[in-house]
């Protein structure tokens, strides 16, 4: 994801449910007053949910107007990439895979799927999810 997105980086922290909210939705917390939805970014990506442990992060990020915080397994890297080290998602991904993503990075021998959050938490997606 693009790193201007990103407010903070802080531990797993767990969530207080909420009732009748998406299934990839785990949640809520309480950072410095303010209540932040806890998404599990595996399940929102069509994955296996996530089984938090002390590795796994929140990534707090700003999302257009919204600040969420996203359960990931852990940030190991912040690349410097230009729009000529993306290449387009393969045309073997689904439509709806493909609209959540920007492009692929081949870097270091890793293939890394960019995510474009604009896109994952969009109104349309999030009707269609729920």
């Known amino acids: 994801m693009n790193i201007m997105s990103v407010r903070e980086i802080r531990g797993w922290t767990p969530a207080t449910p909420m009732p009748n909210s998406p299934r990839y939705v785990l949640g809520v917390i309480n950072l410095r007053g303010a209540v932040l939805p806890i998404i599990d970014l595996s399940m929102r990506l069509g994955m296996k949910p996530a089984e938090p442990t002390a590795r796994h992060v ?56 960019m995510i474009d959050l604009g896109a994952l938490f969009n109104e349309a997606a999030e009707s269609e999810a729920a």
């Open 58 to 113: 929140i990534i707090v990020a700003q999302v257009k107007s919204r600040v969420v915080g996203l359960l990931v397994e852990a940030v190991s890297d912040i690349l410097t990439v230009t729009d000529d080290n993306i290449q387009p998602t393969p045309e073997v991904s689904s439509d709806l895979e493909r609209q959540y993503a920007r492009g692929i990075l081949a870097i270091d021998k890793r293939m890394i799927c």
